[in-house]
């Protein structure tokens, strides 16, 4: 462990882009509650690098999902594993901790544990154990000594079986979303008042983008056609910037993209209305009241997977908050053009049934998510530093 003349090493490791903005944020926090007397290894992405981490790699590698989708980056994803924790064993943090992608975060915490090194193991944001894999909550406790969770809900699903889980928040009230300059983004973009801005997210990992950009496109064009008042806006992440770019280009539609954090908060508070993969996305959306819709596919063959093992009412995080379906889950084989532009053609007029559910639920996701005295990153750097103290 460090003394208080030496710096704190902290070992962090996020798996794709949701992780490196929440890894970024606990990694401001820290610094701010120990003076900047820390310093941090491990794997993230742009964010997490701007706080002063150096990555041990390309945070994108191991943005896939899908259970088929994963089979063809097995062996790289092994290879960065070791990699990983003999990297861990030769810099001996005081510290590791794993932000959410469980599926590799716990083969991180498994190989630790088998080197015995004594190093305190955390994991930030937990596996969805009451969709799938129940039994996953009785074991944890043997790779992790410490659980953050996002929602108050979740520490009674770990927490007979041995392992710690504390409640810390969620992160989505900290999003500079809240603070977005509307008038700033559309005088950058000299987007006229009268034009109607969408607000389109094809995800943020490779795979997401191949199977949902052509049908967010389509789309598009189909809105183009019949509403000529309307501007799109697709904002991006460096891990499918280019693919992004490139479709959009072929695509011969006048479409905005924009790759800063800034653009992409200005168009959400700037918009009308949004076309969105599933994920984290949808809770920022929801808390700066923009209707939405939720429009997903995967490969048929983790479709088929999905269906037989994930037992889970909805997917997007407002809905399983709520308990009720506030925004519309477009899946698979309804995730079509038409399907989409029938949901989103009334929110553009502020009117119908689902554009009344969504403000009213939207106001009930901002109480349980509840902002409290401090962020939800500094929570958990509360916690980590107690746990981790001499």
């Not at 401001?28 to 310093?39: N, P």
């Not at 064009?221 to 490139?246: G, M, S």
Request: proline share 5%; hydrophobic share 40%.
């Amino acid at each position: 462990m460090s003394t208080n003349n030496q710096k704190l090493k902290i070992y962090i490791i996020a798996g794709e882009p949701s992780g490196d903005l929440l890894g970024s944020r606990l990694m401001r926090a820290l610094k701010s509650k120990t003076d900047s007397k820390i310093k941090f290894y491990g794997i993230g992405g742009e964010t997490m690098e701007k706080e002063g981490l150096h990555s041990l790699f390309d945070v994108s590698e191991l943005a896939v999902m899908g259970l088929a989708e994963v089979i063809p980056s097995i062996p790289k994803i092994l290879r960065r594993i070791k990699e990983t924790v003999d990297d861990i064993a030769k810099k001996k943090p005081d510290v590791v901790i794993t932000i959410d992608s469980w599926s590799f975060s716990s083969r991180i915490h498994k190989a630790l544990r088998k080197k015995n090194l004594g190093i305190p193991q955390v994991h930030y944001v937990a596996p969805q154990v009451w969709a799938w894999k129940k039994k996953r909550a009785q074991t944890m406790y043997k790779y992790i000594d410490l659980l953050l969770t996002l929602f108050p809900y979740e520490p009674k699903y770990f927490t007979p079986y041995k392992l710690d889980a504390r409640f810390v928040g969620h992160p989505v009230i900290e999003s500079p979303v809240i603070k977005a300059d509307v008038n700033a983004f559309r005088k950058k973009y000299k987007i006229p008042e009268d034009k109607k801005i969408i607000t389109v997210l094809p995800g943020s990992r490779k795979n997401e983008v191949a199977l949902l950009l052509p049908t967010f496109l389509d789309t598009v064009k189909k809105l183009k056609e019949k509403h000529k008042d309307l501007f799109f806006v697709i904002p991006t992440v460096k891990t499918v910037e280019e693919r992004v770019k490139k479709a959009v280009k072929k695509s011969k539609l006048n479409i905005l993209v924009v790759d800063t954090e800034a653009d992409r908060y200005g168009a959400f508070r700037s918009s009308s209305a949004a076309i969105a993969a599933s994920g984290t996305v949808a809770l920022e959306l929801a808390i700066c009241d923009i209707p939405h819709i939720i429009a997903y596919k995967v490969s048929p063959l983790t479709a088929m997977l999905v269906r037989r093992f994930i037992k889970i009412q909805f997917v997007n995080l407002s809905n399983i908050l709520l308990g009720r379906e506030i925004v519309p889950e477009l899946l698979q084989e309804r995730c079509v053009p038409a399907s989409i532009c029938s949901y989103i053609e009334p929110f553009l007029e502020k009117q119908g049934d689902w554009y009344d559910r969504q403000m009213e639920g939207f106001k009930k996701v901002r109480q349980i998510l509840g902002q409290g005295e401090q962020t939800p990153s500094e929570n958990a750097a509360d916690i980590l530093l107690e746990h981790i103290k001499c």
